[in-house]
């Protein structure tokens, strides 16, 4: 490992610009990216063995990871993307058969109120008449 390590560093810089900075083999830069990213290895270690600033090294390697994603995104077809199963279920309402004929009810109560019940069915109709006799304004609650 320590001669491929010298033997990287050696290639790593290709020369400097007008402002002293460090101009990098981009082979080699990528051969660094590659070795930081496998599991158990210290960017800040591969960083100083290879006289690199170790915040330096990491934004190259956030740079490369955006890349691969872009990488990604683009090469994922659209077509073949399974559209998001949604976790709501529809609900739909199944009417019951009849199982009487229909009864046709109203009431004209003395306060302007009028009652129609029309098209219900005899078992609806007793669970409505038990429920309305039940209430506290019904004569047969109070005392």
Sequence with gaps: ??????????????????????RYDKI?????????LQPGISVARMALQHGINANLLRRWIVKQ???REAMVVMQTP???AKPARSAFVPVVELKAPAKSSPVRIGAQLPNG???DLRGLVLDEMSSILHMLSTLPCSG???G
């Design 65 to 67: 990871q955006k890349r």
């Design 28 to 36: 080699a830069k990528q051969e660094l990216i590659e070795a930081c």
């Design 78 to 80: 659209v077509a073949t």
């Design 113 to 115: 109120v009028t009652l």
């Design 1 to 22: 490992m320590k001669e491929e390590v010298t033997e990287l560093s050696k290639r790593m810089v290709v020369g400097y610009g007008r402002d002293g900075r460090c």
């Design 140 to 142: 047969s609650t109070q």
